[in-house]
């Protein structure tokens, strides 16, 4: 289309973000969940370099396909996911503080007690896994969910739904619960759609994401969402649920939530400061015909 024409009731229907999730939902998102069914499955991958060459795999591939959409079927502006290191470190920085700091205050309060494991092969598989579901759940729910729900309904009413639906992708993980599926939905939901307004950059909630599960399986080997992890510690989780977490792990502890929150906040008030919040696409004004 020409600059500066008018696009026919065509072009914009093509354009309406609706249309446009439906399409990544089935050209991009049902395609890395298949692969990442069929590739990572535990019978198949038998050796650690098995695995890794899985993990590459699915994650380049994962990229590739977004990065293939907007080339092959860019009818709106879009990122089409450029690398940004910058972006990425960042995110992994500030997921390793966040959880750190959590570990922290959940020991100072008595609830985690630490002691050394030293389980390398461990660390290996929760780094493997943290690699894996950085990119994979950023781009699914981040880059495709949330982008397209906020280029239709605004930043705030998409922030809450893709929080709500993660929190919900968590509520069949072993040992789940009501309170932790809120908790997930309230602390990363809230916290990566946050870290992508502030910074319009998916490389941000990819590295907080990848940092914060490999802190806590690899690092300090506590259930991620559920999931026994082993690590190079092992941290004992002790007291009242809400405060520890119990058997789903440090993520169902009001410690996490609050902290997270915190930092989402942070987050929040740079987008709005830098200009970056989003209104509903029916109180944009429209071009004068």
Known sequence: MEEGAVPTRWQRLKRH???????????????????SGVVLRRDVLQTPTQYWTGVAGVCLVSVLLYRLYYRVLAWHENSRLPLRLTSLLMGVGVGMLLFTSVIAV????????LDVAADYEGANQALALAVVSGVTEEIIVRGVVFRNLEAFLGTWIAMALSAALFGWLHASN????????????LQAGILLAAAYVAT???????????????MQGGV????????????????????PE?????????????????????AAVAYIVRAVRLGRIARPRWSRARPAR
């Open 106 to 113: 959940m020991s100072l309060l008595g609830v985690a007690h």
């Open 17 to 35: 973000p609706l249309i446009v999730l439906l399409l990544q939902l089935a050209l991009v998102v049902t395609p890395i969940l298949v692969m």
């Open 200 to 214: 319009r950059s998916l490389w941000t909630p990819i590295g907080i994401h990848f940092a914060w599960n490999f």
């Open 220 to 239: 300090f080997g506590v259930p991620i969402s559920g999931f026994e992890a082993k690590g190079i510690l092992a941290t004992t989780l002790s007291g």
């Open 174 to 185: 072993p040992h789940a619960t009501l309170a932790s599926s809120i908790a997930i939905g």
């Open 242 to 262: 809400w405060l520890s977490g119990g058997a789903f792990g440090v993520e169902a502890s009001v410690v996490a939530t609050g902290l997270c929150l915190v």
